[in-house]
């Protein structure tokens, strides 16, 4: 396995067989080069490689059956031409180690949460450092350190591209994975990447170099298969197991007869052998990895190329001789045999920590044999052992081409690590395999062959093709010859015809060339004309196309006026059809009453001839019977009646005039401006409901601040702790009882006016011209956006738009507010704050927080733009429009409240920012910093407004889970606040929170050690 394998350490002296090659009796050459492929010369015949000086063969010790090659010594002066660059050549032919991190899962970031890493990487030194303890730690070198953020394509190019291109030289290769269970090594060699390209494998990049190499002649073959439990199965059929092992006597090269050897054309057909593999590979759930490998993986890629230009690096005159002497002037075609074996190693374990029993233990048992066998293969060969104990494993007899075999080139080991400080054992047995393996050099080996079935077929071909081809010459000679004497003398006719023919056609084109002068001139002529037309017409169609534009607009906006003015329209059509059905209705009634009135005068005119005849008659009683009594009483009963029929009619006159007055009042209802006047009136009332809300508001705030004072004194003068919390929870619970009454009642009441208007008419009237009108209409908007199933159908409506408008266009503090405050209320929906930021929401607020001073405006857009700034997507743009300069400009006010808004979008935005980061979605400095956020933050951090300290303290903590912002925080006196928020704060979770960044941070640490 490792005949040309040697330590590191050794001498850089070394000798080859037969000057570098031989010729055996099959027609194959070989010749043995080390690191670039330069060889010393050496008058030995023999063709076997010899190991180096103070190193030890590692195929050739101990194995029966085997006789020892004679091998010859040779010192060498330091300046002769084999020991030129041999540093160079020993770093080349040397174990290439590489070390990869694996990223933190969820597992490692709970458990080793109050624990510091043990893994400390340092790439650009090329160094690993090991940490034991807070004291101390080892360090080690690689020939590559990969962090956990190195990418599929850095880890292939570094680690498997310089074997992969040995491999297309003719040289054989191997790359392996060697680590704990859990740590990638499956998912950098075998990812297959099918949902992203980028995470693709050694296995599967390594096939596209290839691939993409060869040319239609050279052939591509690959085998996969698995030693499970000390037996070898083929995974690319299954059914072939306890595959055996054999070795050639004459070459010492390892085989697996039985094994399937599938020949590949293009990258799908090799992922799909891959995807058939890893489906047959045994893997099962441990408490360390839910898929543990269970057994080691072994791709093997077998290329066979041509070699068609003349090959002369590294091959002595001594070498070249037989190709001419053999093949005369043709050189004899040259075949180059070439292996690449890609190895996944299955992870190491140990059985109290993965929980292995039953099948899992014996499984457990045997990949821990075999991967120890390995180890003390690597030990012996780093130490320069006589004896190499290759039999005690399947895996190391697998592996013995692998480190200095008979057709080694170059080897990569990668190494894969865990972060967490509970494997600390098990990743430094990784780092200390991967440190003895890097001592380990190997002899570089190329492997030709001379095809002279090829040449022979091809020399065969050639000979029939160059007779036909004679035979067909000679005879399209003489063919040639006749035709071109008949051919000759026709041409010869013909010139003399074409002459004759040259000269009448000249004079004719020169009369035709004349003509065409002249015709030219007429039309350049008329195409000038023809242009100064077009131009004309050109800016006529300019002009047209302008008016075109107009015209469009024109009709898209008396579009839109006509459908606005048919559904106004319509609907006052129905109010009046409606009012129609009522005036017929009245009209009906007031016919009634008239026909009934002309009754009651026609009885009242009989009446009045019955009452003249009666005092006809009366007079004419009353002459003859005076002192009848009879008489009177009838006369007093007639004056009786008449009284009563005067009292009916005026009755009858009063109605007629009620009915008059109601008809026409409901003609005046058809004016449209009646309507608006009714909208007008209960918008008011809108508006005098919203004061007295933000009346009754206002007083319990004042109470409920007097009642925390009350109890605030209580608790400092009594300390009955008990007594105080059931004082302010009881008067508390009434208040706010009391509170969700009223505003229950008042929204109760906005809703059930807005049903009756209609959402559509409200939203109308904020384009008012009547400034108290749209006063009114935008209150009743910032109180329907307070309710979530609303805010949906506002924005729909164009409710958002409307409030835009208003913010751009209106220089009223009132409108300014109250729009403030009902854009605060829809961007508390993730989906209305996108709206708002692509519209330009956040510029109007900034630009409106420039420009006012009203506290209640400030209050109302810096919460606004606190609700935005709880939407991570949306940080980077509210930083590019002016949103985070403007909300810290705002603590210029003073006001308590507006410093409670501030300091609530400033956390909000560092709490999604430390989630990012925690997540692995983000990194870098905050974006808060370049605002001076931090400043601002430690200066209002001890604000008398309990809401405003709050969350100062919550911002604080959280800009500090960032470790990019740990100096920001030291120049900034950042440190000392978060020592006297661990202590002072009034909130137990945020004083355990300020512990927590205190103790996670080491800088912050050592700051609070030394000074506090």
Not at 285 to 298: G, P, Q
Not at 598 to 614: F, G, R, V
Not at 798 to 814: E, K, Y
Request: glycine share 6%.
């Amino acid at each position: 396995m490792a005949s040309g394998l040697r330590s590191s350490s050794s001498s850089s002296s070394f000798t080859t067989a037969a000057g570098g090659g031989a010729l055996s009796s099959s027609g194959r050459f070989e010749r043995q080069l080390h690191g670039n492929g330069s060889s010393s010369s050496s008058s030995s015949s023999s063709s076997s490689a010899v190991s180096t000086q103070g190193g030890v063969s590692f195929g050739q010790t101990h194995l029966p059956g085997r006789s020892k090659a004679p091998s010859s010594r040779r010192s060498v002066t330091p300046n002769s031409r084999t020991n030129s660059g041999s540093d160079y050549e020993e770093d080349r032919g040397r174990v290439r180690v590489a070390v990869r991190l694996r990223p933190k899962n969820a597992e490692d970031i709970i458990l080793d949460s109050d624990f510091a890493d043990c893994v400390e990487l340092q790439p650009e030194l090329k160094r690993l450092k090991l940490r034991k303890n807070n004291w101390t730690s080892e360090s080690y070198r690689f020939d590559e350190v990969f962090t956990e953020t190195a990418s599929q394509k850095r880890v292939y190019e570094v680690v498997a591209k310089p074997v992969v291109e040995s491999v297309l030289n003719g040289y054989s290769g191997t790359v392996m994975a060697y680590g704990q269970t859990g740590t990638g090594k499956t998912y950098t060699l075998g990812k297959l990447g099918k949902d992203d390209a980028s995470e693709r494998g050694i296995m599967a990049r390594a096939l596209e170099d290839i691939l993409a190499s060869v040319s239609a002649s050279d052939c591509v073959e690959v085998s996969y298969f698995q030693l499970y439990m000390e037996c070898i199965q083929d995974l690319l059929a299954p059914e072939k197991i306890n595959i055996p092992i054999n070795e050639d006597p004459k070459t010492g090269e390892i085989s697996l007869p039985g094994a399937s050897v599938v020949k590949v054309q293009n990258l799908d057909q090799f992922s799909q052998l891959l995807q058939i593999g890893e489906a047959n590979r045994h893997a099962a759930n441990t408490k360390l990895n839910t898929e543990s490998s269970r057994s080691h993986a072994i791709l093997m890629v077998y290329i066979r190329r041509s070699v068609h230009e003349k090959v002369e690096d590294g091959i002595t005159s001594w070498e070249k001789v037989p190709r001419t002497t053999l093949s005369g002037s043709n050189a004899i075609p040259l075949i180059r045999k070439s292996k690449l074996l890609i190895v996944d190693l299955a992870g190491s374990e140990r059985i109290d920590k993965s929980g292995s029993e039953g099948h899992l233990l014996e499984e457990a048992k045997f990949i821990n044999l075999s991967l120890t066998s390995l180890g003390k293969c690597i030990n012996a060969l780093a130490e320069n052992s006589p004896h190499i104990p290759l039999r005690d494993s399947k895996l190391t007899r697998l592996l013995r081409d692998s480190f200095g075999g008979h057709c080694s080139a170059r080897t990569s080991l990668i190494i894969t690590i865990g972060p967490s400080a509970r494997h600390y054992a098990e990743t430094t047995s990784s780092v200390m395999f991967g440190q003895r393996a890097i001592k380990i050099v190997n002899m570089v080996k190329l492997k030709e062959e001379f095809d002279y079935e090829g040449l022979c077929r091809k020399l065969e071909h050639q000979v029939d093709h160059l007779t036909a081809e004679v035979e067909r010459k000679q005879k399209l000679r003489e063919d040639d010859k006749y035709k071109l004497e008949k051919e000759l003398k026709e041409c010869q006719d013909s010139f003399a015809e074409a002459k004759r023919n040259l000269i009448t056609r000249s004079e004719f084109l020169e009369k035709e060339n004349t003509r065409l002068e002249v015709e030219m001139k007429d039309l350049l002529n008329e195409l000038k004309c023809q242009k100064d037309h077009n131009d004309l017409m050109s800016e006529k169609a300019a002009r047209l196309e302008v008016n075109i534009k107009c015209s469009k607009q024109h009709q898209l906006e008396s579009s839109t006026y006509q459908k606005v003015l048919a559904d106004t329209t319509q609907m006052y059509e129905k109010k009046i059809a409606e009012l129609i059905k009522q005036l017929k209705d009245e009209h009906a009634h007031a016919k009634s009453v008239e026909e009934q009135l002309n009754a009651m005068k026609k009885l009242l005119n009989d009446s009045q001839k019955t009452i003249q005849q009666h005092e006809m008659e009366n007079s004419t009683y009353q002459k003859a019977l005076a002192d009848t009594k009879m008489y009177e009483n009838k006369i007093a009963e007639l004056f009786n009646q008449i009284k009563h029929d005067h009292t009916h009619i005026q009755d009858l006159e009063q109605q007629l005039d009620l009915t008059k007055k109601h008809v026409s009042k409901h003609q005046n209802l058809m004016q449209g401006q009646k309507e608006v006047d009714e909208l007008t009136v209960k918008l008011q009332e809108m508006y005098q409901l919203h004061g007295q809300t933000l009346s009754e508001l206002q007083s319990l705030k004042s109470e409920q601040e007097g009642l925390l004072g009350e109890k605030d004194k209580i608790l400092y003068m009594n300390g009955n702790t008990k007594a105080s919390s059931t004082f302010g929870t009881r008067i508390g619970s009434q208040k706010t009882n009391s509170l969700r009454e009223t505003l229950s009642g008042q929204r109760a009441t906005i809703a059930k006016i807005c049903e009756e208007v209609g959402l559509q008419k409200i939203l109308q009237l904020l384009t008012s011209e009547d400034s108290d009108v749209q006063i009114h209409a935008v209150k009743v908007v910032a109180n329907l956006a307070a309710e979530d199933f609303n805010q949906e159908k506002i924005v729909e409506e164009g409710g958002l738009d409307a409030l835009l408008m208003l913010l751009r266009s209106s220089q009223n503090t009132t409108i300014l507010r109250v729009t403030s405050g009902a854009i605060a209320n829809l961007a508390m929906n993730e989906l209305n704050q996108g709206l708002i930021m692509s519209k330009g929401g956040a510029q109007l607020l900034a630009k409106i927080a420039s420009k006012t001073t009203d506290l209640q405006t400030l209050r109302m857009v810096a919460g606004a733009l606190a609700n935005l700034c709880g939407n991570e997507k949306l940080h980077i743009m509210l930083k590019e429009d002016g949103g985070i300069k403007a909300l810290l400009e705002m603590g210029r006010s003073g006001s308590n409240d507006v410093t409670a808004q501030i300091a609530r979008g400033i956390a909000n935005f560092a709490k999604c920012e430390s989630r990012g980061i925690n997540l692995g979605q983000r990194k870098g400095r905050s974006l808060l910093m370049d605002d001076g956020a931090l400043g601002w933050l430690i200066a209002n951090s001890n604000n008398s407004s309990t809401s405003a300290q709050r969350h100062v303290e919550l911002a604080l903590c959280h800009l500090a889970q960032n470790e990019d912002n740990v100096e920001d925080f030291i120049s900034s006196g950042g440190v000392k606040e978060l020592v006297r928020i661990s202590v002072e704060s009034s909130r137990e979770d945020i004083r355990n929170l300020a512990k927590k960044m205190l103790r996670s941070s080491p800088t912050f640490r050592t700051i609070k050690a030394e000074k506090y």
